[in-house]
């Protein structure tokens, strides 16, 4: 059986807690590899976890838009082929267009976590783009 190993980076511990309980009570398929701060990806003794690496989500809420996205470039850099989830408290389009300009393959509010997390990275797992429902509609 296949089993997504996941890297979890964010500095909200309560949103990092959150999206592990989703995990935890809804795919059996998904491990957490690694979770902290965005910096653990570039830490030599995490080397092994994070080249391992099937998805990685980044929560964003403690970051303005410039940040993420130099963020979201160091980590393309790092791991070009891992496909990218962002988890922020943007909900309008225009400052979620960036993110898919940097090559994020989905995008998910942070309000939105409940019931958009497992959709995501199903969608993400099969090879396509996944952003929030209430942005499509806008």
């Not at 964010?10 to 902290?36: C, H, W």
């Not at 701060?37 to 976890?49: C, G, N, Q, R, T």
């Not at 988890?87 to 898919?100: A, G, N, R, T």
């Amino acid at each position: 059986m296949f089993i997504m190993r996941i890297l979890l980076i964010g500095d909200n511990s309560y949103v990092n807690t959150f999206i592990e309980q989703l995990i935890e009570d809804g795919r059996d398929a998904i491990r957490i590899e690694q979770k902290g701060h965005i910096s653990v990806l570039f830490k030599k003794e995490a080397d092994s976890h994070v080249n391992q690496a099937d998805l990685i989500i980044l929560d964003f809420s403690a970051y303005g838009t410039s940040k993420i996205l130099d963020k979201i470039e160091a980590v393309n850099q790092k791991l070009p082929t891992v496909p990218i989830l962002v988890i922020h408290d943007y909900e309008q389009p225009s400052l979620v267009k960036p993110l898919w300009n940097k090559g994020v393959d989905g995008y998910v509010p942070s309000d939105r976590l409940g019931d958009e997390l497992l959709p995501a990275l199903t969608s993400i797992t099969e090879g396509e783009r996944y952003i929030s429902s209430d942005l499509l509609q806008e």
